[in-house]
């Protein structure tokens, strides 16, 4: 039970500190991905690690792409993303080795990369740091990411920021379960959630 209660307390937060997590827990944290579910075993994840002096230069690629992609995007915007990618303890690109030609549908190689990176962030939660995975625009740019190692057909599943989270940080109220399930008994299913 105590395992289920740490997944139960699990929530997303970008209000993060020093110090993210470095050396034998920072491996343990990633090795939690090569546990994720991953038909074919292709392991299509791979995992760049941005902190230190690195962070500005990785945040003027993310400008230059946000730019590139709308060159009427709005300064505030700019000005954000530039923030968080500079000042983050850490970031973790999150990449996709895919293999088109493969057996294994591309779906299926981007949903292990998924669940993956799920694994990650359940891992950092239970060594006492925190994370969040953003995407946007950006992720889909495939200049930028080819710039940070992933040439078509690989791309990039976001970034996660990670460190450590600040006194009084939570996540929202999460919705009872309930809405989101149905068990089907032969007809076509209806959920709650869908009614609202």
Known sequence: MPS?????SRF??????????QGAVLD????????????GRLR?????????DARPAL???????????????????????????????MIIVLGMHLRPGDKIPLIEQELAVGAAAM???NALHATGFGGVWVSGDVAY??????????P??????????????????????????DDYVAEWTGTPVRFGADDA
């Open 141 to 150: 740019d495939p200049e930028l990411a080819a710039e940070l190692g992933f």
């Open 4 to 8: 289920l209660d740490l997944l139960l």
């Open 28 to 39: 343990t944290i990633l090795s939690t991905a090569m546990r994720a579910p991953d038909h």
């Open 44 to 52: 299509p994840w791979r995992y760049v690690i941005v902190q230190g």
């Open 59 to 89: 945040a003027r690629r993310i400008v230059a792409s946000m730019k590139r992609l709308d060159p009427d995007v709005a300064p505030a915007k700019i000005e954000k993303r530039q923030t968080r990618f500079s000042t983050m303890p």
């Open 119 to 121: 694994n990650i962030l």
């Open 152 to 177: 078509a057909p690989h791309g990039l599943a976001g970034f996660l920021f990670v460190g450590t989270p600040r006194p009084g940080a939570r996540g929202p109220t999460r919705r009872a379960v």
């Open 12 to 21: 997303s937060t970008d209000a993060l500190a020093e110090p993210a997590p």
